[in-house]
């Protein structure tokens, strides 16, 4: 039987029996708690904890699922997987125990055909409830296994719904391992279904907290294991889910799968993270340093390691993905859609780390080969270090290299260094922290600032606390640094990419010029500045002002960024989300995941369209509601709300739906105008425009107007579409005349050549030329010495000496043919008499010689002795 036709039949069976067939959900989950999907019942975990009305009773799915904890695994197994199908059907309150366990029985048996013979389960150690149900159904005793919380206690390892479940395993027969249940040997017996009975919810340790509102069904199936078993193979990656992608891996790599245990470590290594990354990819996961990002990253670097290993010296992503998609496009019509995005992310990021791969891989072997020597079993840790921090060698890539060789790696050592630079990093960020420790105990006694910005701009208020220096002060004097935090503000603090508001804060005896205001711990909102005279005191009253013109332009930016990310979105696709953004006053700028550089006219589309949407004028609404209800809408989250949360929501017209906490105009008229001024890449997968908006960008049109006219006033022309073209006029004939100069110079070269040739002198058949240029320096000297004696070579033996004043120093070079330094005549003792003439002394090589000295006015004396200096030379004194 095929997956697809497993799937499929998988679903029909549960659709048949009343359940609502859901699609997967993202592997980014919708769950903060969560790195990523791990299991099918996440996109439920609401409806189980009575937090949310389910809107069906039973529900039936197929979803991606990625689990973090086996990456290592991977490869060395017949089972493991870091991404994998489940399959699943769920029960909200409705049926129970008897249901979920007869039909999971009836589907195994009847729907796959897998021989009851074969069937064990496992129940929880004290679930007789459990025992009795599989006994009803036909299961002998012998092949009912009762264990522990660690095997049959499910949960997702965060806070969350759980319960305890009952596996079903498949005997695959004596060849895989002793008989003796799953409790022994889990090659043999595989586990192909779990049933979790959903009744309680757990801490994030796994501790039961208390019993849930109702009594659930979740069960999850991994496809891969089904269709081990039914198409008989051996392991997963035999499968037709990753036979084809193992066939890539063996075709990139040319080694063939099965015949070496180490490299076929490899290739499955190989394919399994290669499907996997393609589906982190597609759901919007970026290669990073942390979280999600750095799982994918290190895959990725592990899969690149794995095809070094068997010789593969080329891309091999890009095969990798393509397969994947191939097989699993179908299933999954996102992959299709995002291929290319998930190609050039890989790319990239393949290129990047093989890039260092190399010299990485070098340190590596050098290290192994003095363990060897010194007869050390130990891989040092500041190796390990160096790899990771200098190559990207990620800790788990080098431990498994490393026992490759039969070596430990020091990780303590490891450890060690990791921290030192924590701590450096740390030491930096000491200084900050002893205000944020006093804003800390602040917050104890001061709560939540209450914030009044969203309506007014000015508000009477009480100082609650100052800070100076970064410690609590009664008083604070003109002068001085301070933090303040009031019991309520109109000012904004730092959020969302929205800076902080500035402005003035005045109290009876002293006012406060605030700069900056940012968020603090428990809700603080935190005024810095500057007393600008007299002195505040905690307990005074004060009277805060906003900075109007600041926030209103402020304001412009926040509702034109949202205007600009739909207008993103809607020309880009739905891929273009928002990854980061700068709202200031008068500026924005917007990061958003896209692979390529968007094209000059493209960019020009975005911005038209965002301005005409501007110009429509908009009623730009905020309100507050639930979380739920707000994603119900369609709302674009950027920060990770709860549910049950009240969230804030900004629409802007009937387009655009965003929680948002910021500050934004009332009609999208007064955003006025937004320019875009630039668009770059900003990492892997990321582009970032920025933009002007309102007045500034006015200005910005108006400076370049202003730079156009000067260029046009240079040009001499007036009409400004005339300019492109004069200016290139301009510089092709600049091109011109520099060619017919420099032909003229030539020219006059030449000529100078010919006429100091021909008035050569003739010492003892030795053409000589001494001629004084002054004004040129070494190399113009050189240059004219070199033409000098090539033409004079023709005639026989010859020299050139040449001399210049400039700047009050004296230059003077010589240059000879080869035949005349073979009798015996050296430029540098041609020079040395000349040279002393004029205070310096002469070297270089026998046939050219340089000299000088401080005697600039002594030059024509100097080269007057040239022609006795040669004579004497040839022995003719
Ligand atoms: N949540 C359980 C698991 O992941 C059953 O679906 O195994």
Redesign the pocket.
């Known amino acids: 039987m095929r997956a697809d036709e497993i799937r499929r039949l998988f679903l029909r069976f549960f659709e048949e029996r009343g359940h609502r067939i859901v699609p997967s959900s993202s592997l980014i989950p919708d769950d903060p708690s969560l790195l990523l999907t791990?299991?099918?019942?996440n996109q439920f975990k609401p409806y189980f904890l009575g937090l949310r009305e389910p809107p069906y009773p039973r529900a039936a799915s197929a979803q991606k699922v990625f689990r973090t904890s086996d990456i290592e695994n991977v490869g060395h197994t017949a089972r493991h997987l870091t991404f994998f199908e489940?399959l699943?059907n769920f029960s909200f309150g409705d049926y129970f125990k008897a249901e979920a366990c007869a039909w999971a029985l009836e589907l195994v048996t009847e729907g796959y055909g897998i021989d009851r013979d074969r069937i064990w389960v496992t129940v929880f150690e004290t679930d007789d409830e459990t025992v009795g149900v599989w006994t009803d159904l036909g299961i002998p005793p012998q092949r009912i296994v009762r264990r522990g919380k660690a095997d049959n206690f499910?949960w997702m390892h965060v806070a969350g719904p759980c319960g305890p479940?009952s596996e079903i395993y498949v005997d695959r027969g004596p060849r895989y391992g002793p008989d003796g249940g799953p409790e022994v040997d889990e090659d043999r017996f595989l586990e192909i279904w779990?049933v979790?009975f959903m009744q309680n919810e757990c801490d994030d340790r796994g501790n039961v907290l208390r019993d849930l509102p109702k009594k659930n069904i979740?069960?999850?199936s991994s496809l891969e294991r089904v269709a081990m078993v039914l198409q008989e193979v051996d392991n997963v990656f035999e499968t037709d889910l990753l036979r084809p992608i193992l066939a890539v891996a063996e075709e990139v790599s040319d080694h063939p799968y099965g015949r070496d245990g180490r490299d076929d470590v490899s290739l499955r290594v190989m394919a399994e993270h290669g499907r996997a990354c393609t589906f982190l990819i597609s759901d919007g996961v970026l290669p990073s340093n942390e979280g999600r990002g750095y799982v994918l990253r290190r895959m990725l670097r592990r899969l690149v390691t794995h095809a070094r290993r068997l010789g593969v010296d080329r891309p091999v992503m890009p095969d990798l993905v393509a397969k994947t998609v191939e097989v699993m496009g179908d299933a999954y019509p996102e992959l299709r859609a995002n291929q290319s995005f998930v190609l050039q992310v890989a790319a990239s990021e393949e290129e990047r780390f093989g890039a260092t791969y190399r010299q990485g891989m070098a340190l590596f072997e050098a290290e192994v080969a003095k363990a060897r020597e010194s007869g050390s079993r130990m891989f040092r840790g500041d190796a390990a270090f160096k790899l990771h921090d200098t190559f990207g060698f990620p800790i788990e890539s080098t431990l498994e290299l490393a026992a490759e060789e039969g070596l430990s790696v020091d990780t303590e050592g490891f450890a060690r260094l990791m921290e030192e630079q924590r701590r450096r990093a740390r030491e930096a960020a000491r200084k900050g922290a002893f205000a944020e420790e006093a804003l800390a105990e602040l917050s104890a006694t001061a709560g939540p600032t209450e914030f009044l910005g969203y309506e007014r701009l000015t508000a009477e208020a009480r100082v609650l606390g100052v800070l100076s220096d970064g410690e609590r002060t009664e008083v604070a004097g003109e002068g001085s640094r301070v933090r303040l935090v009031l019991d309520r503000t109109p000012f904004y603090a730092e959020a969302g990419g929205q800076v902080g508001d500035a402005g003035v804060i005045r109290t009876p005896g002293g006012l406060v010029v605030v700069e900056d205001t940012r968020p603090g711990p428990g809700g603080l909102i935190v005024h810095e500045g500057v007393v600008r005279s007299g002195e505040v005191r905690a307990g005074e009253e004060a009277e805060a002002q906003v900075d109007a013109p600041r926030r209103e332009a402020t304001a412009r930016s926040h509702t034109a960024t949202h205007v600009l990310h739909w207008s993103v979105r809607h020309l880009l696709g739905e891929h273009a989300r928002q990854a980061g953004s700068l709202v200031a006053p008068g500026r924005l700028r917007f990061d958003f995941t896209h692979f390529e550089a968007v094209p000059r006219e493209r960019l020009e589309e975005i911005e038209e369209l965002a301005n005409r949407r501007l110009a429509e004028d908009a009623a730009v609404r905020a309100y507050e509601t639930t979380f739920e209800f707000a994603r119900s809408q369609g709302a674009i989250a950027l920060f990770e709300e709860k549910y049950g949360d009240i969230v804030r929501v900004v629409e802007v017209g009937d387009y655009s739906l965003e929680l948002c906490g910021g500050t934004h105009v009332r009609h999208t008229g007064q955003v006025s105008l937004l320019r875009l001024v630039s668009e770059g890449s900003v990492g892997a997968g990321l582009r970032r425009v920025e933009a002007l908006v309102g007045p500034d960008a006015l200005r910005h049109v108006n400076l370049e107007r202003r730079l156009l006219e000067e260029v046009l006033e240079a040009l001499g022309a007036r009409d400004p579409a005339e300019a492109p073209e004069r200016v290139r006029q301009a510089v092709a004939r600049i091109k011109q005349l520099e060619t017919e100069l420099g032909k003229v110079r030539r020219a006059e070269r030449d000529r100078e050549v010919e006429r100091l040739v021909a008035g050569a002198l003739d010492v003892a058949g030795v053409s000589l030329v001494v001629a004084r240029l002054d004004g040129q320096d070494a190399d113009e000297l050189r240059e004219m010495a070199l033409r000098l004696r090539e033409r004079l070579g023709r005639r026989g033996r010859g020299a050139a000496v040449l001399g210049s004043a400039r700047e009050g120093r004296a230059l003077l070079v010589a240059a000879l043919t080869q035949d005349l330094v073979a009798s015996g005549v050296t430029a540098p003792a041609l020079l040395e008499t000349a040279a002393r003439a004029v205070g310096g002394r002469a070297g270089g090589r026998p046939d050219l010689a340089y000299g000088g000295g401080g005697q600039g006015a002594a030059v024509g004396q100097a080269l007057e002795e040239i022609p006795g200096r040669l004579a004497e030379l040839l022995g003719l004194r």
């Open positions: 791990n299991a099918g019942m489940m699943g499910w479940c779990n979790v979740d069960t999850g």
